[in-house]
């Protein structure tokens, strides 16, 4: 059994010459096929891609009827499921810049005169959200919490990024429940991390927030206002800020309501609740890529235009004012 097994060393390889004259005949045949088929694919790598035409709910059974490979040499591959990204009511996401959740409220798939068969998903193809703007602001403050939070409406125009978002900020003496606080933790004095030559706009949104918020929360502190709660939403799609519902409610639980731009008693803190109404907006369509030329922190020279100088009112003794403890060391008046 072992001769049979065996042959001449002087040989690399069985069958003498014979292995050397197939080899090179069989290389002769196939190397022009391998060149002919290699022309004709034009040197195309099989990729999966999205379908051309979104149809929810449905997976790409041949995703390689984009390439343009002939039917002949598509045989014998196996489809990719490759699902299309969409979105619609309910989903949350993050943009690239990643500083806020966004909530859709509603989306639209066409840019006619909608109609109800209008409304749903979404395919999302990696088109920019620059065309979307806030539209109204919800500022609500819990004195029992110890909470402002700020609940903005995003509008987003045109089809196929046409959808109603939602985001939500929460400014908080508790770290834990703060915005700026739950980005960086305890112990840490954020306008260390602010340098003028930095080219990370997350430090310098960060540490504005953090200053107008401390502004606003030491300005409404509960030890200093009479009510338990104060709810007022914002209407921005005009020139000015309109107030259209302001409601309160006082500690003895008598609530009290004003409409149309008048605030009531909470008018004197119209400015405190409007600075950091603009520093959020300002922030939130920097995040979706809208910075246009009133823009804080794409334009220093807006500053002065969108802040208000939010002196103390008439009565107030400045000299006792108490700052609220967050997360800078030196917190500073908006009209310093």
């Not at 639209?108 to 703007?133: H, I, M, P, Q």
């Not at 000015?240 to 609530?255: C, D, K, L, W």
């Not at 803190?269 to 794409?298: C, E, H, K």
């Not at 609220?324 to 917190?331: E, I």
């Amino acid at each position: 059994m072992v001769n049979i097994l065996s042959y001449n060393l002087t040989h690399p390889y069985p069958w003498n010459i014979g292995f050397t004259i197939i080899t090179f005949v069989a290389g002769i045949l196939v190397i022009p096929v391998l060149i002919i088929v290699n022309i004709v694919t034009v040197s195309h790598e099989l990729v999966p891609s999205l379908q051309p035409d979104f149809e929810p709910n449905v997976t790409v059974k041949s995703w390689w009827t984009t390439t343009p490979l002939a039917p002949l040499l598509r045989r014998g591959f196996k489809a990719t499921r490759c699902q299309p990204k969409d979105f619609g009511r309910g989903d949350a996401f993050r943009l690239s810049p990643s500083l806020f959740e966004y909530k859709v409220l509603s989306s639209w798939r066409s840019n006619r005169t909608l109609e109800s068969s209008d409304e749903g998903r979404v395919e999302y193809k990696g088109d920019s959200f620059s065309a979307c703007w806030v539209s109204r602001i919800r500022f609500d403050l819990n004195v029992l919490e110890a909470t402002q939070t700020l609940t903005a409406g995003i509008q987003c125009p045109s089809y196929p990024v046409q959808a109603t978002l939602e985001t939500s900020v929460v400014f908080a003496t508790e770290i834990s429940k703060d915005f700026v606080g739950q980005y960086y933790g305890p112990d840490i004095n954020i306008l260390d991390f602010v340098d003028g030559n930095s080219t990370d706009y997350r430090r310098l949104v960060f540490a504005v927030l953090d200053v107008i918020s401390t502004d606003s929360q030491s300005i409404l502190d509960g030890n200093r206002i009479n009510w338990l709660s104060l709810s007022t939403r914002i209407d921005l799609r005009f020139d000015e800020p309109i107030f259209r519902t302001t409601t309160t409610v006082a500690r003895n639980g008598t609530s009290s309501m004003f409409e149309d731009n008048d605030m009531g008693d909470v008018e004197v803190y119209r400015p405190t609740i409007l600075n950091l109404m603009w520093a959020v907006r300002d922030a939130i369509q920097l995040d979706l890529g809208n910075t246009g030329s009133d823009d804080i922190f794409t334009n220093a020279s807006a500053i002065n235009s969108t802040f208000s100088t939010n002196p103390p009112f008439r009565g107030f003794n400045s000299s006792n004012l108490a700052w609220v403890g967050k997360n800078t060391d030196a917190p500073r008046r908006s009209s310093d």
